[in-house]
């Protein structure tokens, strides 16, 4: 069945390095949302898509954070450089653009930064 | 991933009683509304939705209840199962746009 895929699922890395988050969306899809989500902030909406194009960005730290989609099969989500407040689990979704907003989740990535 | 973690509020029910979560939304202009379900290590998961124009809909074991006077919106499940236990996500929107906004979520525990 149709799932949205993100790798890697864990991440270690130190304070200082760059960190890259990969997200395929169901095939099909044409809008996609970057999350983030810890036990302080619980669930926030980093960045969305749609049809590639970046929509609403303002809830990332523009210094260090990026979004983007390369192509329609591939978003990512940069960090650099990372801190140690970047540790949370990240999220990536998709939908269709219609009149239901449902989003389909990814399995996240869980990121911790020394 | 971990589901959010030691501050959410939580319900815990007897395996076979009905559940009610509860959620107030923020935004008049929000004209959407959806319950996900977040099981541990997992992402959310789409359970439900409504839009203004209803106040109530029913999908399999579950009801939601939009009550837009006071913006409040419940999740009722029926014969609550141990494989409901999960922290559940109330989110507002507004239809034709993208922004989503999730709520702080509950955490409900299923004693068998």
């Known amino acids: 069945d149709a799932r949205v895929t993100q790798t890697p699922r864990d991440k270690v890395t130190e304070m200082g390095q760059e960190v890259t988050m990969r997200c395929q969306p169901i095939l099909g899809h044409n809008t996609v949302f970057w999350y983030r989500q810890t036990m302080m902030q619980g669930l926030e909406l980093l960045a969305y898509?749609?049809?590639?194009?970046?929509?609403?960005d303002s809830g990332m730290p523009k210094d260090r954070f990026s979004a983007e989609m390369p192509d329609a099969t591939l978003a990512t989500l940069k960090i650099q450089p990372s801190e140690p407040r970047d540790s949370a689990v990240y999220f990536c979704?998709?939908?269709?653009?219609?009149?239901?907003?449902?989003?389909?989740f990814g399995p996240g990535t869980r990121l911790t930064v020394l | 991933g971990e589901s959010v973690g030691l501050h959410l509020p939580t319900l815990s029910v007897q395996e076979g009683d009905n559940s009610i979560i509860n959620c107030a939304y923020s935004?008049?202009?929000?004209?959407?509304f959806i319950w996900y379900k977040q099981e541990s290590g997992k992402g959310p998961q789409f359970i439900i939705d409504i839009r203004s124009n209803m106040d109530k809909r029913q999908g399999q074991r579950v009801t939601v209840l939009l009550n837009k006077t006071v913006k409040h919106l419940s999740l009722q499940i029926a014969a609550t199962q141990p494989g409901d236990s999960a922290v559940y996500f109330c989110a507002e929107a507004h239809t034709g746009g993208f922004k989503t906004i999730f709520g702080a979520g509950t955490r409900l525990f299923v004693k068998a």
């Open positions: 898509f749609r049809n590639r194009a970046p929509l609403d």
């Open positions: 935004n008049s202009a929000s004209d959407y």
């Open positions: 979704a998709s939908g269709l653009d219609r009149a239901s907003n449902e989003q389909f």
